[in-house]
């Protein structure tokens, strides 16, 4: 098939089914009818010559051609997306799509109140969050700002370093009552008092580094979202890391074992080819100043 024949049309309903499972759900998502959305699956099979789906009572399961092809369908998702926001108004406009990408609790705890105030001075801008821990490439145009605790290493980006947070361990108050003030972080660990991630290896590996060995099971609350898992310490399901800027918040969370702390650097990065673009410079600009103001330890 020749790519120069190809419709994103069919492409952008091809991964609809493939990620909601089904031509009605897809057809939902995309607002468009069930005949529709069944008739640009039958146009894409015809124009490459092959199954993607294989029907069942349960829906719709992908080929391993289908399956494969997913990847480079999202990709296209996402490119698609980065023309639409550097389309949506003119460089020296301060409206249109901004996509920013951040970790989990940076921007469901820390980000929108920078966000609201922003949108109150230009109501024009419209604002993409992407939470995420893992690195959203900025090059390809997944996101147009990141937030990251770490500075970014790529050559094409411009990188500002705005701060640095601090991060502890913490309990709820009713815990500490409970429990009493822990002596060492080997006694949470044989209790299984520790909250922390599930598969991934992050906080394991963050403690190796201070010499601390523990493993998988010394964790008594287990997830792989942040959200869930500053939930639960907030619900008092045992001791775990929270950002000190977002701990102070709260009363009833209580620093427990002080002498251990992690400090991260913030940073903002913007591709350079971006950094003139009014409504990218004026919000990576009020980022810089919002997230500046609420840093636990100034840069």
């Given at each position: 098939?020749?790519?120069?024949?190809?419709?994103?049309?069919?492409?952008?309903?091809?991964?609809?089914?493939?990620?909601?499972?089904?031509?009605?759900?897809?057809?939902?998502?995309?607002?468009?009818?069930?005949?529709?959305?069944?008739?640009?699956?039958?146009?894409?099979?015809?124009?490459?010559?092959?199954?993607?789906?294989?029907?069942?009572?349960?829906?719709?399961?992908?080929?391993?051609?289908?399956?494969?092809?997913?990847?480079?369908?999202?990709?296209?998702?996402?490119?698609?997306?980065?023309?639409?926001?550097?389309?949506?108004?003119?460089?020296?406009?301060?409206?249109?799509?901004?996509?920013i990408t951040a970790s989990e609790i940076v921007g469901a705890e820390i980000l929108p109140p920078v966000l609201a105030e922003l949108r109150e001075k230009h109501a024009g801008l419209a604002y993409e969050v992407s939470l995420t821990r893992s690195t959203e490439d900025l090059l390809r145009r997944d996101a147009d700002?990141?937030?990251?605790?770490?500075?970014?290493?790529?050559?094409?980006?411009?990188?500002?370093?705005?701060?640095?947070?601090?991060?502890?361990?913490?309990a709820h108050a009713d815990w500490v009552r409970k429990h009493g003030f822990p002596n060492s972080l080997a006694d949470l660990a044989a209790a299984h008092d520790l909250i922390g991630y599930d598969r991934d290896p992050a906080m394991l590996q963050a403690f190796a580094a201070r010499g601390?060995?523990?493993?998988?099971?010394?964790?008594g609350f287990r997830s792989d979202n942040d959200l869930a898992l500053l939930a639960a310490l907030r619900a008092g399901c045992g001791v775990g890391a929270g950002y000190e800027i977002v701990m102070q918040r709260d009363p009833q969370m209580v620093n427990v074992l002080p002498e251990l702390e992690q400090v991260l650097e913030v940073w903002l990065a913007v591709p350079s080819a971006l950094r003139n673009v009014a409504r990218i410079a004026t919000t990576l600009e009020a980022l810089a100043m919002g997230l500046g103001r609420q840093v636990t330890h100034e840069a």
């Open positions: 098939m020749n790519a120069d024949l190809l419709d994103w049309t069919l492409c952008r309903s091809f991964l609809a089914i493939l990620q909601e499972g089904s031509l009605s759900r897809a057809a939902v998502r995309l607002r468009v009818t069930h005949p529709t959305i069944s008739r640009h699956l039958e146009e894409l099979e015809q124009r490459l010559g092959t199954k993607l789906f294989v029907r069942s009572t349960s829906g719709l399961t992908p080929t391993d051609l289908g399956a494969s092809l997913a990847a480079t369908a999202e990709a296209m998702q996402l490119a698609a997306e980065a023309f639409v926001r550097l389309a949506s108004a003119e460089t020296d406009q301060i409206c249109g799509s901004v996509r700002i990141a937030i990251r605790m770490a500075r970014p290493e790529q050559s094409d980006l411009v990188a500002r370093k705005v701060g640095e947070m601090s991060m502890k361990l913490y601390l060995s523990l493993d998988r099971d010394a964790f």
